[in-house]
Each structure stands twice: as C-alpha cells, then as structure tokens.
C-alpha cells in the first residue's frame, strides 16, 4: 500500500500553491532588480575604449555579455515564465542588437530588457505558474526555472566582475 502512494506523493511535489508561486514571483523579481543595477553599474564603471576588449579569443567582449543581459531580460526571463518577449524584429534586427558596442546604448537596452522581464513577470498571476512547463527541454517548475533563469543571468555577472578584475576596474 506504501508504494501505491508514492508516486501521488511526487506527483503533489510537482505543483507548487499559488501563494508560494507569488512568493516566489515576488523574490526573484527582487534578485532581478537586484541584477540589473550590478550590470548597470559595471557597465558604467567600464570605459568606453574597454567594451570591445575579451579575454581572449572566441570568449565574449565586456559589450557583447552585456547586451547578452538585456537580451535576456527581453527575451529569455519573461519566456521561461511563459511571458511575452519583448517585440525586436527579425533575426537581422536582432544581430545588429547583439552587436552595439557602444556604452550609452548599452546601459539603455539593459534597463528596457530588465524593465520588459519586469513588467511581463509582474503581470503573470501566480495561478499560471503552479505547474510544469517546459524549458530549455526539460519540464521544470516555476521553481526550478527560477533557479535556471537566475543562476544563468548570474553566472553572466560574475563574468562582468571578473572582466573588470581583469582590467582593474573598481
């Protein structure tokens, strides 16, 4: 009888409450503000003539993680919650996105990226999150896209500050 249990029990494990999905909502949407003043204020702190430079080659340069964070907040963060990306164009547009180097623009895009992923999250209702969908291939909860999201956008800001060790930039 213990057996015939379990898999009703991991499947209970699967759904998250709508409460603790709005708890949830309610925290990372504090880690991505959180976020995008860390990569506004290094790429403020990095000079102009550095945006190009890479650690070496075939590794990104300070201004191509950077648009890969306002990318993300156009596009990858509300997509994972099941939100709308933000409207860029076609591939071409996008491309030539990807490519800006120059800073002004830079710290633009990556404050209308994190303002998209935040206003798309914000008016998700927590309801639509209690389940399962599917990310990257896998289905995951809004837990665990939570975790995937944010420890990849992290992992984009931990390159930034060592780019900026790297280059003596305090």
Do not use: C
Request: proline share 4%; hydrophobic share 45%.
């Amino acid at each position: 009888a213990g057996v015939a249990v379990l898999p009703a029990e991991a499947r209970a494990q699967d759904v998250m409450t709508k409460e603790s999905v709005a708890e949830l909502k309610t925290a990372f949407l504090g880690d991505l503000e959180a976020m995008r003043g860390k990569f506004v204020g290094l790429a403020q702190a990095f000079p102009q003539e550095k945006y190009t430079w890479r650690p070496m080659e075939g590794v990104r340069s300070v201004s191509e993680v950077l648009m890969l964070a306002a990318m993300e907040g156009y596009s990858f963060v509300p997509n994972s919650f099941g939100a709308k990306p933000a409207e860029l164009g076609t591939r071409e547009e996008m491309a030539k996105l990807r490519a800006i180097t120059d800073k002004a623009q830079i710290i633009e895009h990556i404050n209308k990226g994190f303002a998209h992923a935040k206003a798309q999250l914000e008016a998700l209702d927590p309801a639509t999150l209690t389940g399962k969908r599917t990310v990257m291939g896998q289905p995951r909860s809004a837990a665990q896209v939570a975790l995937l999201v944010g420890g990849d956008m992290h992992e984009h800001l931990g390159q930034m500050i060592a780019y900026a060790r790297m280059n003596q930039i305090v």
